[in-house]
Nanobody, 129 residues
């Protein structure tokens, strides 16, 4: 089992920044590729970004590329999402997710929610003036 706890959400004005964290406990954190997803009211959960087990490989949705940065600290069992130049359309509940990737390549992440094994409870991000 892996428990994931997100933090760092809040209310920010357009153009502002937030840094989300996702702390993991349980099984070996470095065995998992990690992803961030978000879900706005009335919409399906959508992929934001993902990072491989070592942190060397990352992938971003087109809508956030150049504004968001994912990173991980395996020593702290934590991933981060630095969000810059936020826009109202970024408003959503943000979830982190873990995909078991032991013995897989460092790019063994996915944009498909169903392929992740564990999820956090989510943290609300609201971008509003």
């Amino acid at each position: 089992q892996v428990q994931l706890v997100e933090s760092g959400g809040g209310v920010v004005q357009p153009g502002g920044s937030l840094r989300l964290s996702c702390a993991a406990s349980g099984r070996a954190f470095s065995s998992f590729a990690m992803g961030w997803f978000r879900q706005a009211p009335g919409k399906e959960r959508e992929f934001v970004t993902a990072i491989g087990r070592s942190g060397a490989s990352t992938y971003y949705a087109a809508s956030v590329k150049g504004r968001f940065t994912i990173s991980r600290d395996n020593a702290k069992n934590t991933i981060y999402l630095q969000m810059n130049n936020l826009a109202p359309e970024d408003t959503a509940v943000y979830y982190c997710a873990a995909r078991f990737a032991l013995f897989k390549s460092d790019s063994y992440y996915s944009i498909t929610p169903a392929e992740y094994n564990y999820w956090g409870q989510g943290t609300q991000v609201t971008v509003s003036s």
